[in-house]
């Protein structure tokens, strides 16, 4: 039976593994121990680590050091240290336990997973990029009448691929944190992907509002498919930057999307429940191509609104 020993990050991470197939191993900061922290507030010779013969428990005992030792941040002289426990010399934390020691149950590979092999290549990446600037471009050229200057678009496009470019450039971050690769590849081929998603349902709101503007529940039809977006865009996110369950990953990826789309409902509840005296009214404008039926000339527009002028006038003087 062997010692092992796990120095912790802060948030008790295993950071370094050491395995010792003795019967005693000493740590502190001097040159002759069997682990040497570089850590100024651990003393020379600081505990010495044994396995006791009887039951193979591990005892620790502080050798006199001027911080001590903490074991669950109680300070103690000699403990028998269970795998669980977590030792504290000075700004160092470690872990005690024997090599016989049960490890975490394996997770089952996703099968998600296997299927996305092809967002790791950075060519798929800068194809939904360019796309995505593609049919940005042409949205806007499409919803803008009056002269188009592309030069005007150029800072949109910039601003917008530097704000989404944040949450890969998080989760990659967080994954390095948590000591896995951070598959920056990835997290952009997936964002792209989500992003052109979300234009393509942006022109289709458009479209359906140009042409059933009282579609009824539409809003509610719009919020759910967008909430399904980002469940889908935090759920495989969490799968290429962690090491985690999948009941875990469902409950954060759920989680998060009630919280976002309960904000979305509040603020849509708030801006209703508020009187303008100036409201402002949804419309949509677009090319006479997306219209469904043959729509109507300005001036036959033009006169039912002076009839339905006159008709209400003529209502309203009724004695």
């Known amino acids: 039976m062997a010692i092992v020993i796990e120095r912790l990050s802060g ?10 197939d003795k019967p005693s191993v000493s740590v502190g900061r001097g040159y002759g121990n069997d682990i040497r922290l570089q850590d100024p507030y651990v003393c020379a010779e600081h505990i010495l680590i044994e396995t006791q013969p009887e039951d193979g428990t591990i005892l620790v005992r502080d050798l006199g050091s001027m911080n001590g030792m903490l074991v669950n941040g109680k300070p103690c002289v000699e403990a028998k240290v269970m795998p669980e426990d977590v030792l504290t010399l000075g700004k160092t934390r470690l872990r005690l336990f024997d090599s016989h020691a049960k490890v975490a149950p394996t997770l089952r590979l996703s099968v998600v997973e296997a299927k996305l092999a092809f967002l790791s290549d950075w060519r798929f990446a800068l194809l939904i990029a360019l796309l995505y600037a593609a049919s940005l471009s042409y949205q806007t050229y499409t919803h803008t009448f009056k002269e188009f200057e592309f030069s ?4 949109r496009l910039l601003g917008e691929f530097v704000v989404l470019s944040v949450w890969p450039l998080l989760f990659g971050l967080l994954a390095r944190l948590y000591k896995q690769d951070a598959r920056l590849t990835n997290q952009f081929a997936l964002l792209w992907s989500v992003a052109l998603c979300g234009l393509a349902l942006s022109w289709l709101n458009r479209w359906l509002q140009f042409n059933f503007p009282q579609l009824p529940l539409w809003y509610w039809v719009e ?8 469940f889908v865009l935090l759920w495989t996110s969490l799968l290429i930057a962690f090491h985690q369950s999948l009941a875990r990953r469902n409950r954060i990826a759920l989680g998060a999307t009630l919280i976002m789309l309960s904000l ?3 603020w849509k509840q708030l801006n ?7 409201p402002q009214y949804r419309f949509s404008i677009m090319q006479p191509g997306y219209s469904l039926g043959e729509g109507m000339q300005v001036d036959d527009f033009i006169e039912q609104t002076d009839a339905l002028y006159q008709r209400t006038k003529a209502q309203r003087d009724k004695p």
């Open 11 to 20: 948030d008790n991470r295993q950071m370094t593994h050491y395995r010792f």
């Open 152 to 155: 005007s678009l150029v800072p």
């Open 223 to 230: 919020t759910l498919v967008a909430g399904g977006l980002f």
């Open 264 to 266: 979305l409902l509040g």
């Open 272 to 278: 209703q429940a508020s009187f303008s005296p100036s």
